[in-house]
């Protein structure tokens, strides 16, 4: 355990290491850009990189993964985890209107409970691209709330970075409901993002909420 006085010593340090560390990264990965001003939380299936570059792209789906045209503009930037205070992930938001069966992911306000998910950067033109694939306003809204780092990325030192402000898609209040069950192939797919993307077994837990979840599917989240 780290001592008063070494948390005194070592979290200023860490501070500098990873404020240092973050543009090294983003010079690798060659998508530092100027023209990217809003920053998007994203949950669900949209932890995956891969495949919220495709939802970005420009042209048809040819399946529901993949999509072709082109993704123009600088590629999305990702930040890492983070975590929105007082709402929770359920999959909650009734899919069958817009031909999808069983329910979606969906994040509602609940005082004391968290969502980690995965902050990306985006350009204006991805912007409404997400827009149009969320079906703004008729199935999602896209509000601004604002997101902390997540305490497990950063060794704790959750306090010496400010909340960013970002956007976020909540679903319609007409569609939301709590007695429908997810496709068991979907949760699937979540709770393996969630192991891959958010690493720790806190984050896990708290994204993929497991009332509706069958006893496989829970076992599997465990």
Request: proline share 6%.
């Amino acid at each position: 355990m780290l001592t008063k006085i070494h948390k005194n010593i070592l979290y200023p340090i860490l501070v500098v290491i990873i404020h240092l560390w973050q543009p090294v990264y983003a010079e690798e990965k060659e998508v530092v850009h100027a023209d990217l001003p809003h920053y998007y939380f994203a949950y669900g299936s949209n932890l995956s990189y891969d495949f919220l570059k495709e939802r970005l792209k420009n042209g048809q789906w040819l399946d529901g993964w993949h999509r072709d045209g082109e993704l123009e503009g600088p590629i999305p930037f990702e930040l890492g985890v983070y975590e929105l205070s007082d709402y929770e992930f359920s999959y909650s938001l009734d899919a069958e209107p817009f031909g999808d069966e069983g329910t979606a992911g969906n994040v509602i306000p609940k005082q004391g409970t968290k969502v980690y998910g995965i902050v990306y950067r985006l350009s204006d033109i991805h912007l409404a691209e997400l827009d149009k694939g969320e079906e703004v306003p008729e199935v999602y809204a896209r509000l601004a709330v604002e997101v902390h780092k997540c305490r497990s990325a950063i060794f704790g030192i959750h306090d010496f970075f400010e909340p960013l402000k970002v956007w976020m898609y909540v679903g319609n209040p007409k569609y939301v409901t709590w007695e429908k069950n997810p496709d068991p192939v979907y949760v699937d797919l979540l709770i393996e993002l969630a192991r891959k993307r958010l690493s720790t077994p806190e984050c896990i837990e708290e994204c993929l909420n497991v009332k509706f979840l069958t006893e496989e599917l829970q076992q599997k989240a465990m």
